[in-house]
């Protein structure tokens, strides 16, 4: 069965880091590009950073650019996205996504950043 699940996340105070990991089972990630997204309420979800199958290209949106790094562990079948210099506007859930015949989303993880 093909999945994506999604763990790292919880509660931080700004300023601090957290570290997301999105683990894939029924298929090989690192053949795959693969997304991370976040969704606050009321807003749609918005794409965080992203990275390329073969060439390991990333991308970032402006707000966490130089804060956010995203990487594959291929050994484990894993995307992780570092997060640093939180800040309270990275409250959100986070979701990692690729597509492989279909679209295929994590359950979603919960980032909470507050004093």
């Known amino acids: 069965q093909v999945q994506l699940a999604e763990s790292g996340g919880g509660l931080v105070q700004p300023g601090g880091s957290l570290s997301l990991s999105c683990a894939a089972s029924g298929f090989t990630l690192e053949y795959y590009a693969v997304g991370w997204f976040r969704q606050v309420p009321g807003k749609a979800r918005e794409v965080v950073s992203c990275?390329?199958?073969?060439?390991?290209?990333?991308y970032y949106a402006d707000s966490v650019k130089g804060r956010f790094t995203i990487s594959r562990d291929n050994a484990k079948n894993t995307i992780t996205l570092q997060m640093n210099s939180l800040k309270t506007e990275d409250t959100a859930v986070y979701y990692c996504?690729?597509?492989?015949?279909?679209?295929?989303w994590g359950q979603g993880t919960q980032v909470t950043v507050s004093a």
């Open positions: 996504y690729t597509h492989r015949v279909q679209d295929y």
């Open positions: 990275i390329s199958s073969r060439d390991g290209i990333t």
